[in-house]
């Protein structure tokens, strides 16, 4: 039995999907306009394990995960860098797709990108217009979120609280200040395609919307993101949705991760507290990084600092060493499991690999790492593993390997005590050699 937190219920409940024989999930994905940061990563990681978890349980998930392709900010950086438009989604993409698979982020069932479905958005606006839920004022098409019984039911928040967290400038063409925005005109500078309100683009909330309807259909089970996206964005979402669709459509749970912190404060640029997953994998294996994502609970705010991917990859050092030519042949230890369907709480699921780890049931150990989505490298590639610019990890592949070359020579001259102080001087710096008839193989002690 799977128990989740749902946002809606606020309360830990038990999964009964909609369709036992299929189950739908949709997390909303990135905005690309520039590097994932570390904030980003925690939705995709938390929700990677969940639809793992998920295709244990159940024998089909379709698992939707958006690309974000038009957006202000991406028309904002285009403006400030010179870059065309498609140039920056095209590259931010590629960085992200890395990204995740360094992370070990599986790819989703489906990746819809919202310049794809812009006529699908179009279609859906045209039905919550008709069923007045939306009017057109000067090319721009807006939500009337008075027409709406429930709005505000996700984020619980009350009228006062939703005008004020509107955040848009209160524009004149509004008529009421929490309206939003369905579509917008674009002037010829900026991306926009024909509609029936003139040429233009959509807003952010009802790409969701349609993307999620065109690949899961009216009503699915899951829909996550993280929790700063329950205002407006969610909260949004589901009035377009059930607005145009009926009331009880769309999502019938919703999953949020809590706030990440970075090094106990508020990432900014300015702190120097903010990270890129780029930046990071230079500096860290993307295992290490996981881990680190996965100590905490994902209800919980998450305190990202260094020293726990440094931690984090203390750890893995130790499980590699421990799982070298241990084949996993089963799915996930009991334990692990049970801790995964209990909410997805990684943190205990974590203390039950610690403790296999403990008493050196290696095969355990192995098989529930890897279905955290760790573990999953050769031990010899982990432990070849080296930073750029980390003192955690001098020396370098190319010094470690320059020295082998030159042991060997040593040794085919016989001058062993050139090639024992060799070995000793790397043995100092945690690199042991090993000989074998193929020649000698190095790995980080
Ligand atoms: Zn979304």
Redesign the pocket.
Known sequence: MLMIHDTLSRSKVKFTPIDEEHIRIYV?GPTVYDYAHIGNARPAVIFDVLVCLLRQLYSRVTYVR?ITDVDDKINARALETGKGISEITASTTKFFHNDMKALGVEKPDVEPRATDHISDMIELIEVLIEKNHAYVVDGHVLFSVTSMKNYGNLSKLDKREIVAGARIDVAPYKSDPSDFVLWKPSTSNVPGWDSPWGRGRPGW?I??SAMSRKHLGEAFDIHG?GQD?IFP??EN?IAQSTCAFGEGMFAKYWMHNGYLMSEGEKMSKSLGNFYTVNELLNEFPGESIRLALLQTHYRQPLDFTKDNILEARRSLDRWYRMVDKIEVTSGPPESVRAALCDDMNTPQALAEIHKFARIGDTESLLAGAQFLGLVKQDPEEWFKWASIGSEECFPTDTAIEALINERSKARQEKNFARSDAIRDELAAQGIILEDGSGGTTWRRG
């Open positions: 909303c958006n909330h790409e969701c993101g996206l964005h969610h979402e």
